[in-house]
C-alpha cells in the first residue's frame, strides 16, 4: 500500500509544473493590468508635477520683472529729484532759488539732449514738485520736494492689455542756508 501511495504522490507532482505555469499565466495577466493603470497613475502625477513647476517659474519670472521695473522707477524718480535740486540749489551761487510754479509739477522725460532715451530708463517719465511748506524768523526757507517716477513694459497705448507699470515716489525736505 505504501508503494501505491507513493505511487500516486508521484503521479500528482508530475503534474505539479503544469499547475505552476497555468497559475503563473493567470497571475501574470492579472498583473498586466495593474501596471497600465499604475504607469497612468505615474504620468498624471508627473504631468501634475510639471504643470506646478511651470507656474511657479511663470510667477517667478513676474516677480523679477516688476522688481526690475521698481528699480528702473526709483531711480527715475531720482534722477528727477537730483536735477530739481540741482535748480533750487545751485552750486557756486550766494542765493538759492525758491520753489515757484515752475516747479510745480515739473515733468521730466529721461531722454539725452540728442533725444534718445538714457539706457536703463527706458520707457520711464518721472515728475516733481516742490512746496516752500515754512519760512522761519530768521528768513530760514523749508522746502518739501516730492518725484515720482514711473516706468513701464513698453509703449503705453490706450488699447493696451499687457503693459505692466511701476511707480516709486520719494520725498525730500531740505533747507536754504
Not at 511651470?54 to 523679477?64: G, L
Not at 532759488?97 to 510745480?104: Q, R, V
Not at 516752500?132 to 509703449?155: F, P
Amino acid at each position: 500500500m505504501n508503494c501505491s501511495r507513493n505511487a500516486q504522490m508521484s503521479i500528482r507532482y508530475q503534474h505539479l509544473p503544469e499547475i505552476k505555469k497555468s497559475f503563473s499565466l493567470l497571475q501574470s495577466s492579472k498583473q498586466q493590468g495593474s501596471s497600465l493603470v499604475l504607469a497612468l497613475f505615474v504620468i498624471i502625477i508627473l504631468t501634475l508635477l510639471g504643470s506646478v513647476l511651470m507656474r511657479m517659474i511663470s510667477t517667478s519670472n513676474e516677480t523679477v520683472s516688476q522688481e526690475v521695473l521698481g528699480a528702473r522707477a526709483y531711480m527715475a524718480a531720482n534722477s528727477a529729484m537730483q536735477a530739481e535740486l540741482q535748480l533750487l540749489f545751485p552750486l557756486n551761487v550766494t542765493s538759492s532759488n525758491t520753489c515757484d510754479t515752475a516747479f510745480t509739477d515739473k515733468p521730466y522725460e529721461l531722454q539725452t539732449i540728442l533725444n534718445e532715451d538714457i539706457p536703463g530708463l527706458y520707457d520711464c517719465t518721472a515728475a516733481t514738485s516742490c512746496d516752500n511748506y515754512h519760512t522761519g524768523l530768521d528768513g530760514t526757507k523749508y522746502y518739501r520736494l516730492t518725484s515720482t517716477g514711473e516706468c513701464g513694459s513698453g509703449a503705453m497705448e490706450a488699447d493696451s492689455k499687457v503693459i505692466v507699470k511701476s511707480s516709486r515716489t520719494i520725498q525730500v525736505e531740505a533747507r536754504s542756508l
